[in-house]
């Protein structure tokens, strides 16, 4: 099957080979099934067909489980007879054990490379279906986006978010008049959400450098994909950050990628595992952006598969963009599961041989119904498929080789170091310094003034003209000058003015008239 994902054998005795043509592997597909039925070790053979085809892969590990994909499988495991047994079974002859070349991400830096975004490309919608937000909360936070693009002020990671949302405060009246109306309580409200996501590992997510896509597309010297596996066990008790953080990496893939139509075989698949944490709760327009990510990133070469449960955890129109299907055992133990297991069932392409709902119900594990696209897209008819055994170990990896992979992997060092460039929160702070210091150094002014230059400053007298303290003091009466002279003095200004002038003439003139 050279140009298909080998899965297993079906037909009868499970000797017809099973396979997903890599041309239609960007077509996307659901592997659902209840607990302990096999989802995992499916998930862990897709991940070495595709990565031997070529194909990078990106998974989340949620057990931690996955992670033996680094190492190969051993003879001495206690399966090893009865992955052999069931290799013969379905005709897998070249059977044998080997490791795939694995890259470890972590959002906590603990378990793999760290793994970033930017609070700016994460983008307020993502971002309010992250912190739960009301429509007014996510109104304000699109105010605090927009500022920041007119207002050049990088958001890097929470602390630009927190630090921006405080100038918005301060300058809610001035924004209101253009924006509508911002409210301290919504900005608060705001505020100690992002604190609950700081408390969750918030801070570990936002900052730089942020993730390159180029670095989950990689594939080795050898030819093989790369295998890109999410620590996820300890993410998954912040489920609503783990689902975010995986819907922002397919719509950066889907923003960032060129259209390349239909390739032969796709450039990455992406594993989407837990997928109801998706969809539990949220909004139809999140919904609805995954519904578009779903139906066009396909043409940009990208396979998403989506794993869970129940079928009826993935929404109706996501789901039928979803054209290969692996289904494990569904249990049926109230009249809501058998409604939900006869839907599943409906879904398929009939196959004469036997009942697919029944079928659905009786498979043991490591045993699935399937249903690949075949020539020209259309759904190839249902199978029950005995699932291949995996080349790699099965469970968790060894904590001191997960190390050395770590080690050696091609990014190693690149991500490790923390940069904090300048951007809003050092931006906001500077400027609020300036101010503070400018109005340090007024105050400082104004103390430094007289009584007579701050009352000219504040424009208290009538007369334009400076008038000095000495000016003011001239027109004090001196103690060195006697009473008479001051009032000779007196007496003869009056007299030298108008009125003076007047009494002059009017006591020389009376005299003159006497005569």
């Known amino acids: 099957m050279q140009d298909s994902v080998f899965i297993g054998g079906g037909g009868e005795a499970y000797a017809t080979k099973q396979g997903l043509k890599l041309k239609y592997a960007n077509r996307h597909g659901l592997i659902a099934g209840a607990t302990g039925t096999g989802k995992t070790v499916t998930l862990q053979i897709l991940a070495e067909g595709f990565s031997k085809a070529g194909v990078p892969v990106f998974l989340s590990d949620v057990k931690g489980d996955l992670s033996g994909l680094a190492a190969a499988g051993s003879e001495g495991f206690k399966l090893h007879q009865a992955f052999t047994d069931r290799a013969s079974k379905i005709g897998f002859d070249d059977y044998t054990y080997e490791s795939f070349p694995v890259t470890f991400w972590d959002l906590f830096g603990e378990q793999g490379h760290p793994v970033r975004t930017t609070v700016a490309e994460m983008g307020p919608l993502l971002l309010s279906r992250l912190m739960d937000l009301t429509e007014a909360q996510e109104g304000i936070l699109n105010i605090a986006f927009r500022l920041s693009d007119e ?22 009246k001035e924004l209101s008049l253009r924006y509508g109306a911002v409210s301290v309580a919504s900005i608060g409200a705001i505020q100690r959400r992002l604190l609950i996501l700081e408390n969750q590992g918030g801070t570990k997510l936002f900052g730089e450098p942020a993730l390159a896509l180029s670095d989950i597309m990689r594939t080795d010297p050898d030819g093989r994909g790369r295998i890109n596996i999410l ?59 995954v519904e578009q990510v779903a139906r066009l990133i396909r043409s940009k070469g990208v396979g998403i598969y989506f794993v869970t449960q129940n079928p009826a955890d993935v929404p109706e129109d996501v789901l039928g963009q979803l054209g290969n299907r692996i289904q494990h055992a569904l249990r049926a133990f109230t009249g809501r599961d058998k409604k939900q297991l006869r839907l599943a069932a409906e879904t398929y392409r009939e196959n004469p041989r036997f009942d697919t709902e029944q079928a659905i119900r009786e498979v043991g594990v490591g045993e699935a119904v399937t249903s690949m696209l075949a020539k020209k897209g259309i759904p190839g008819v249902v199978e029950r498929t005995l699932i291949r055994p995996p080349s790699s170990q099965l469970g968790p990896l060894d904590d001191s080789l997960r190390k050395q992979v770590i080690a050696t992997s091609p990014v190693s060092g690149k991500y490790e170091t923390v940069q904090d460039r300048r951007s809003a929160y050092e931006i906001l702070k500077q400027r609020a310094e300036k101010a503070a210091s400018e109005a340090e150094a007024a105050e400082a002014r104004e103390e430094e003034m007289s009584m007579a230059e701050r009352e000219f400053n504040a424009a208290r007298r009538y007369s334009g003209s400076r008038v000095s303290r000495s000016s003011s003091r001239s027109m004090r009466i001196s103690k060195d000058d006697s009473f008479g002279t001051a009032m000779g003095k007196m007496v003869m200004k009056e007299l030298t003015g108008t009125t003076g002038r007047k009494i002059v003439r009017g006591i020389l003139g009376g005299l003159f008239k006497g005569r």
């Open 151 to 172: 207002q050049g002020l990088p958001l890097l990671d929470l602390k630009d978010l927190q630090a921006l949302l405080v100038w918005v405060g301060e300058n809610r």
């Open 231 to 289: 620590a996820a066990d300890k993410l998954m008790g912040s489920p609503r950050l783990y689902a975010t953080f995986l819907l922002w990496l397919l719509s950066e893939l889907f923003e960032e990628l060129p259209e390349v139509g239909d390739p032969d075989k796709p450039r990455l698949v992406f594993f989407f595992d837990e997928a109801h944490l998706l969809f539990d709760g949220a909004p139809k327009a999140l919904v609805d952006k």
